[in-house]
Every structure is written in C-alpha cells, then in structure tokens.
C-alpha cells in the first residue's frame, strides 16, 4: 500500500529531450513537493503545491513545470534536458504539521 | 536566513558502540525539526521529529534527538549502533505545513564491524 509513488524509478534520456515523471499520493495531504538531490545527496526544494496552488518555485530554469491535475498528484515535466539535470528527484507530501513523506525517487540521467 | 549545518560529512563508529550525529539550525520563528534516514537507493524516511513540548524526542529504530533551543542544536543520538543503521542522515527544519522545510547536508554512517 504504497503511500507516495514515483514513475518511473530510472530515466536514461539524451540531451535536448523533454520527460516527465509522475507522482502520486494516497495519503490525504494537501500539499505536495518536488525535490532535486545531486550526487553529493545535497537535498534541495524544487516546488511546492498546496491544494493544486504553487505555493514554493525555487530559483529553478523554467525548463522545470510542475502540473498539478488534483491534489493528489503532482507531476514534473523537463524540457530541453541538460547533463546537469541528471539527479535524483524526489516527490513528497506533507500533513499538517508538515512531515513529509518521501517516495522511492527517479534516477534521471542525461547522456 | 533559514538554515542547516552538519557538520560531519563522514562519520564511521564501531557496531555496539553509542552514535551521536550533530545538527545545529538558524530558524527565525519556532522550528519543527526533523531527522530523516536514507538508505542507499531509497526515498527518505522519517526517524522522529520535534514541535512542541518534551525536549528529547524518541522515534524509530532506538534513535532519540534532543532540542536544545540555546544551542540551537537538534542532535540525533543512539545508544548502541546495528550495521543496518549504515545509511545517510539528514536533519531539517521548517514551519508548519505548506512551508518550506530546509535540509542539512547529511551525515554519512558507516559501520565498522
């Protein structure tokens, strides 16, 4: 009964490419995040939706579009993909008291 | 400025042996703090977290933190170290919910047998 779900789990894409990957929630949370972890695990906050409202856009290229369909998805789409964009990203939802619930993570590489 | 430090990039401890990870925080109103545990090639997972009240806080797996407003530190501690605890940790602050949480760099735990 998997409470945040990712997919995929890896992406292999060339440069210049457009992906998506897709997250989803059964828990109940209004908000949902997208976070980026480099290769030193350096964890950092991408975007932020509350009730399917932006509410956090980090200093983040605007290749990066988050689309909220409900609350209980939030999805990640790239445009024109880059070598630095190679990462693992990370969706995640929050309760109240904004614990955050991670899921399993997309391994992006960019060749 | 919101912020984290750990201070420790790497630390290596003996199995049995007691643990204690560092965390200190710049935070300007009252912080929820957090300790979350990654092991290699997964998502993040929750070890405990601290709002209000008692300042020493126990959550999963043994481990403990304690919230020391003066020091701003929120230091995780263990008793005695299993070599399944090898994994990374990270400690974070932010406000309720809706806000942004901030993480530390983690920590690195190896576990020596």
């Known amino acids: 009964d998997t409470a945040v779900s990712q997919t995929p789990k890896y992406l292999v894409t060339q440069m210049g490419n457009d992906k998506s990957i897709k997250c989803e929630q059964n828990?109940?949370?209004?908000?949902m995040y997208w976070y980026k972890q480099d290769s030193k695990k350096f964890l950092k906050i991408m975007f932020s939706y509350n009730n399917k409202e932006l509410i956090i856009n980090e200093t983040v290229p605007n290749r990066f579009s988050p689309k909220s369909p409900d609350k209980a998805h939030l999805n990640l789409h790239i445009n024109s993909l880059e070598l630095g964009d190679s990462a693992v990203y990370f969706c995640?939802?929050?309760?109240?008291?904004?614990?955050?619930?991670f899921g399993p993570g997309t391994r992006l590489t960019v060749t | 400025a919101q912020s984290v430090t750990q201070p420790d990039i790497h630390i290596t401890v003996s199995e049995g042996a007691s643990l204690e990870l560092r965390c200190n925080y710049s935070y300007g109103a009252t912080p929820y703090l957090f300790w979350y545990v990654q092991s290699p090639g997964q998502g993040l997972q929750l070890l405990l977290k601290?709002?209000?009240?008692?300042?020493l806080v126990q959550g999963i797996k043994g481990f403990e933190a304690e919230f020391k407003r003066s020091q701003s530190s929120f230091n995780l501690r263990k008793p005695s170290v299993h070599w399944s605890d090898a994994a990374e940790y990270f400690c974070a602050v932010g406000g309720s919910s809706a806000s942004k949480i901030i993480f530390g760099s983690g920590t690195r735990l190896s576990i020596r047998p």
């Open positions: 995640a939802s929050s309760d109240r008291e904004g614990e955050q619930y």
């Open positions: 828990l109940g949370h209004d908000t």
């Open positions: 601290y709002f209000s009240g008692d300042t």
